[in-house]
């Protein structure tokens, strides 16, 4: 069956909705669970029905979640002011509190609270919530599921409803599946009272949209990650490549790092560019999400990175299958550098990084999600290859880049004693 999207007109309210999605605008089920491929714009119409609803009800006091705080002003939040932008609605942005008021049809009051659950306690504080929204869902855990839906219970004249939108990965969130696929017996409070809808790209109702997610998804070859991100499906991805922890930085006085320098992928309407800020002190090293977004160009870029913080001395070791690039940013002031590359150097950069300790700083979302997901290729029997799926490795090829170039130009300049060089690393 062919799914197309439509637009939704209702007493003036314009809403870019796919067939698929549009019967879940008047499901009033506890539970609704948005399980699907990459692009299939789960998301978008999380914000859809947030605004149908204040849209045609009124008095709203909604929660739109995303795991990590930092995150919402380039994900939720867009969603839900283009939603109002389009439709002509005037509202009040607070910045500091991220809260957004507007006023519907019938002059009702809604308020929506977009809000990060990075810190577990923000959960205690939660009041008079009409429903909750959780983006990304995979990145939550069972215990700030079960702690949200315990404070969904107050009586508000509304349907009560938690919406969440996930792609079905069973490494990323076990406990997902556990309640909404397999239905096991101690949850089914919660899948009894859910609805599910799966979806894929070709549910998108933005053409445009559509064919760039084709565009994406049809360079993964590897059979599990179809499963998940092309074809919406569950599936366990095993193979996982880097085990490092999350953490917060062990101190923000620069001094104490023994080095700070950058790795840059390159990227622009398909693949986002992924700038990175690397620590290091003696063989540890913290990586830091500096930049991760599509539609840069260099001079973009450039600016962006300089408003960063990037100053001209310290290093970016780029991607050298772009010198053009790299050139320009040169151009501009930054130390912009090719990373070291040659026969091998994926496999020998990928070996070198998992012998060191390397922890992602608290916050790096994006990082957060690509070390949790990039992993070795599997053949069609399931069997582990010794090459990385070209898929989820933009920050991960940035931490690649600067940290296997710069720990050679450290062993470079080191000490040759005898005929052999000496420096902290094994080499």
Known sequence: MKRIGFILFVVGMRLIVGSSFAPLLHDQNPYLALIGGAGSGKSEFLGGKVFYRCHEEGDHNFFIFRKVGN???????PVMTTILDQNGVQYSYNKTDHVIEFRNKNFKRN???????????KIKSL???????????????????????????????????MM????PDEAAAPWIKEI??????????????????????RDNPINLVRLKYKQKLDRIVDPVYRK?????????AKGIIYNWDVQELPTDNLAWYDDIFYGLDFGYSVDPAAVVRIYRKADEYWIEELI???GLTNADLARLIKAKGVQRHQPIYCDSAEPKSIQELSNAGLNAKPAEK???????????LKSLKIHVVDGSENLIREKGRYKYSEDKSGQSLAVPVDAFNHGMDATRYGIYTHRRGICASAPVIHGKRFDHFDF
Do not use: C
Not at 141 to 161: K, N
Not at 164 to 167: D, E, I, P, Q, Y
Not at 182 to 201: F, L, M, Q
Not at 342 to 352: K, N
């Open 180 to 201: 909404f696929h397999d239905k096991k017996p101690e949850y089914k409070d919660y899948w009894r009272n859910a609805t599910v809808h799966h979806s894929t790209w």
């Open 127 to 161: 009041k008079g919530a009409t429903s909750f929204a959780l983006d990304e869902a995979t990145d939550f855990t069972i215990y700030d599921f079960m702690q949200l839906d315990l404070r969904l219970r107050e009586p508000t004249g509304h349907y009560l409803q």
């Open 292 to 294: 991760y977004e599509t």
């Open 342 to 352: 040659g026969p091998d150097s994926v496999r020998a950069g990928i070996d070198y």
């Open 111 to 121: 308020r929506l609270n977009f809000t990060g659950l990075d810190d577990s306690d």
């Open 228 to 236: 998940i991100y092309v074809e919406g499906q569950w599936a366990l």
């Open 164 to 167: 969440m939108a996930l792609n």
């Open 71 to 77: 995150t919402l002003k380039k994900s939720v939040i």
